[in-house]
């Protein structure tokens, strides 16, 4: 489910950001529609969802199920395919991203460095080396980094979608009492809509603190999210002003 706000990312490199963001906003949402609640729908009425286990893949066992030849062997293309993908989307976030905290001085200005084709070597690598070590570690003790990532991240998204709609309301804000017009793409129903999406994911992590089959999830979550708030706080009280280079274009 996540991964929605790397739209943003890419739109501000497009010609008509704005745009941009419209639409790909779109597509995820129709995405999310067709991909995930008609496809568990779709799931839910071949098999019992009890009896999905974490690391198998509920398609290939719903296809077995009705007797689909070759099911694993679809699946398995199908969803190489949608993992390749994912990953080359996080492998260019990854690296944009770094490019911009190094810029504003929140990361090693060794990340922010271009070369001659006004590429950020520093980030490219950095994020590679981070998908090697990824591997490597799977690979080592598939079942204990698999189960971390996958706890880890349960209430971190959670957490990032949260700080998203503070700062657009924020920002939102701010805008207005500068009195600056308003943005190419604007919040339905500013800002109500915005507090209830905040409430019911403030909400959705009551109930993972309190659900037994979650509460690991949120701890680990938990220990996440402390680890990048204290380091966040330890860059702001050791940040040094420093000239910033040009973005990329």
């Avoid at 679809?74 to 080359?88: E, F, G, H, P, W």
């Avoid at 919040?187 to 959705?204: E, N, Q, T």
């Amino acid at each position: 489910m996540t991964g929605a706000e790397i739209t943003t990312i890419a739109a501000a490199e497009s010609e008509q950001p704005g745009r941009a963001v419209a639409r790909m906003s779109s597509a995820v949402i129709g995405r999310i529609l067709v991909f995930y609640v008609v496809s568990l729908f779709l799931i839910a009425t071949v098999i019992p969802w009890n009896t999905v286990r974490s690391g198998e893949s509920p398609f290939t066992l719903a296809l077995n199920t009705m007797h689909v030849p070759w099911a694993g062997g679809i699946m398995t293309v199908i969803i190489l395919t949608a993992v390749l993908s994912c990953m080359n989307s996080a492998f260019y976030v990854s690296s944009r991203v770094l490019f911009i905290l190094a810029e504003r001085g929140d990361a090693p200005q060794v990340l922010v460095k271009l070369n001659s084709r006004r590429v950020p070597v520093g980030s490219v690598l950095m994020g590679a080396l981070a998908g090697f070590l990824g591997i490597i570690a799977a690979t080592e003790t598939p079942k204990v980094v698999f189960d971390f990532l996958v706890s880890s991240s349960g209430a971190l998204a959670v957490y990032i979608y949260m700080a998203i709609a503070v700062a657009q309301i924020t920002l939102r804000k701010r805008r207005e009492r500068n009195g600056e017009p308003q943005p190419p793409v604007v919040m339905w129903l500013f800002p109500w809509l915005s507090y209830a999406a905040i409430a019911a994911m403030g909400a959705v992590l009551i109930a993972m603190a309190f659900t037994s089959g979650l509460q690991q999830d949120f701890k680990f979550s938990c220990i996440t999210l402390v680890v990048a708030v204290a380091a966040y706080f330890m860059k702001k009280w050791t940040r040094r002003p420093a000239a910033l280079p040009s973005a990329i274009t």
